[in-house]
């Protein structure tokens, strides 16, 4: 195995368990590392610190264990061992709800790896090198350890890094024949990990979902981004009066609108439309008195932070004009590098330049079954308030 020496003193994030090491910790390597190698770290005295996933770019090395350890079928049962057992133990894992996400990259000390449970399926996404080569080993593993599991799908085409010299690739390691449909808290949906974004689904918004329905009585709901429904029908059984859902994509709404009759049949409280959001807000005065804005992320590298800020403004602005008086805004950031306070301050901008009464109600983040490392705080990407507006 290779080893990476680190340069004095760089060792100590490493120490405080901090699972990336960027190339300006490096001061040698023994050896040539392919993309995607396990290597050893250790500190320039030769001590052993940790093993790792070698990739290029400014992260280097993402570890994937602290303890000197064959990387071999028994380390990739344990660590998925380990991840069912929380899941089991938060109660997410039961009749009305198969849904859930079993590996959250460093969250679950498996940086670069995610895998999303609906039912009897997984999705795996590799987001390193390291992980893609290990793909057929951790397949293994999640059969082994997770029961009743009877389909894989490999989908990792759009999250590898774009200059790595690999085939990208997608398709099933295990099975092939699902449904395609799962349940979450009692509701069913639809879920196309073929061709739709992401896993299929975006399931770190369950717990969210639940709390806007209690909201949801009564109300004229309009669901931004709604992509395959997700907040519309836990709207519809919290028994809102009206549920419009809008997203830019034809086949996400063909899909909301599928998902709505899977749980409620043919219901006239429901409409969907394939339109741009922006668009969308200009046409709405006082016809809503309960939006939820969940936008796809605005920043996916710090370069665009500034772009993202003034799109999150803009957007809330939006919608706190144009909701009626006593109404309820869901909003949200799935952008992990806007960090909680600038987009509390982005949203509270948004609201002074309304000139609305504007209460927090709920500070939101993502579930459990997406935890974030204690030693890794950049794991907190969601961020949502819900407000209530006069």
């Known amino acids: 195995m290779i080893n990476i020496t680190l340069k004095p003193k760089k060792e100590e994030t490493l120490k405080r368990f901090h699972p990336w090491i960027f190339s300006g910790a490096i001061e040698a390597i023994k050896g040539t590392p392919e993309e995607g190698d396990v290597v050893r770290l250790v500190d320039n005295r030769g001590n052993f610190l940790a093993l790792g996933h070698y990739q290029i770019g400014s992260i ?8 000197d350890r064959p990387i071999d079928a028994e380390f990739w049962e344990e660590k998925i061992k380990r991840a069912y057992e929380l899941r089991l133990a938060l109660q997410l894992i039961h009749g009305a709800n198969n849904t859930y996400r079993l590996i959250h990259g460093e969250g679950d000390t498996l940086p670069g ?4 449970v609906y039912g009897d399926s997984a999705v795996m996404q590799a987001h390193s090198i390291g992980m893609h080569h290990a793909r057929t080993a951790i397949a293994s593993a999640l059969k082994k350890q997770v029961p009743d599991l009877n389909n894989i799908y490999y989908k990792s085409d759009t999250t590898l890094p774009y200059k790595a010299p690999i085939e ?5 390691l295990l099975g092939g024949e699902s449904t395609g449909i799962a349940i979450e808290n009692g509701l069913k949906f639809h879920v196309d990990w073929v061709k739709g974004q992401k896993t299929g689904f975006f399931v770190d918004q369950r717990e969210n979902r639940s709390l806007l329905e209690k909201y949801a009585k009564n109300r004229s709901v309009l669901n931004m981004f709604c992509y395959t429904g997700g907040f519309s029908f836990y709207a519809m059984r919290g028994g809102a009066k009206l ?8 086949k996400a709404i063909e899909l909301t609108k599928q998902n709505i009759a899977l749980n409620f049949g ?8 394939a339109e741009d959001a922006f668009k969308y807000l200009d046409t709405i005065k006082d016809k809503y008195d309960l939006i939820v804005l969940d936008p796809p992320a605005f920043a996916k590298h710090r370069g665009a932070l500034r ?4 799109g999150y403004r803009k957007l809330n602005a939006k919608a706190f004009e144009q909701i009626k008086p006593g109404g309820i805004i869901v909003t949200f950031s799935c952008s992990q590098v806007v960090n ?3 987009f509390r301050l982005a949203v509270f901008s948004a609201a002074a330049q309304s000139k609305r009464v504007v209460r927090i109600l709920h500070q939101l983040t993502q579930p459990a ?3 974030i490392n204690i030693y890794h705080p950049e794991g907190e990407y969601l961020k949502g308030l819900v407000l209530f507006v006069e």
């Open 266 to 273: 043919d219901d006239n409280r429901h409409e969907a439309f």
């Open 307 to 310: 772009n993202a800020l003034q």
């Open 113 to 116: 790896l995610i895998v999303d």
């Open 340 to 342: 909680r306070d600038q």
């Open 60 to 67: 280097a090395v993402r570890v994937i264990s602290f303890d």
């Open 168 to 172: 990208k690739e997608a398709g099933y």
């Open 369 to 371: 079954d997406h935890p």
């Open 243 to 250: 549920v419009h859902s809008v997203d830019s994509s034809s």
